[in-house]
């Protein structure tokens, strides 16, 4: 293998396959089928051990079922599984923010930026106003294009990459390797291959 020093673009054409490998197979409504679903996956995402407040740090709180609120005992700050990131004051279900997610991974692994839904698109979709579309896709972007996808990116992407083990992550091997992965899986789920490929 030769030492070859990957550029900016295909640094980021790296991570976009990468994350997109890793969206569940049958897809992200497929995988996380109501609202209930996608709110664990966050709170396993966001909180691997468990509820933290975000302010002292603590994991001495009550929980107001309704409203879906913490209450830190220690501090008295009230905060939600939301706070703090893109998803906090949200209007739209989570799984509605699941399945934008995978849209945009799809489009950005294939390279078709301007396939991007516009925010035009968004608000007449959604019937949102304009501004929240406009912001919306911008957050998106933004999140899913932070290591390992951002807070929403590892919420969609269940699935582990199981790379050969000559081939060495941050290559340019590896990222003719992915590419090679993201031409299957894609010629897959439009039935031209074999799921056993």
């Not at 994350?19 to 569940?24: A, Q």
């Not at 909180?47 to 501090?75: A, L, M």
């Not at 703090?84 to 989570?94: F, K």
């Not at 799984?95 to 396939?115: D, G, H, M, N, Q």
């Amino acid at each position: 293998m030769t030492d070859e020093t990957l550029s900016e673009a295909q640094l980021l054409q790296m991570h976009w396959m990468e994350v997109y490998l890793r969206l569940p197979e049958g897809g992200v409504v497929e995988r996380f089928s109501d609202e209930l679903e996608c709110e664990d996956r966050l709170k396993k995402i966001r909180w691997p051990d468990g509820p933290v407040c975000p302010k002292c740090e603590q994991s001495n709180f009550g929980y107001h079922e309704t409203r879906k609120i913490y209450h830190c005992r220690i501090c008295l700050t009230q905060f939600s599984m939301t706070s703090g990131t893109l998803l906090h004051r949200r209007r739209l279900d989570l799984l509605v923010y699941f399945k934008l997610a995978e849209e945009f991974i799809e489009i950005e692994a294939a390279r078709l930026k301007f396939s991007r839904p516009t925010g035009h698109e968004l608000k007449d979709r959604y019937s949102i106003a304009y501004a929240t579309a406009f912001r919306l896709r911008k957050y998106l972007v933004e999140d899913l294009s932070r290591p390992q996808g951002g807070i929403l990116g590892q919420c969609v992407c269940t699935q582990e990459i199981e790379m050969p083990p000559d081939v060495d992550r941050g290559t340019a091997v590896y990222l003719r390797w992915l590419n090679d992965e993201v031409e299957i899986r894609r010629s897959r789920s439009i039935g031209t291959i074999s799921k056993y490929h």
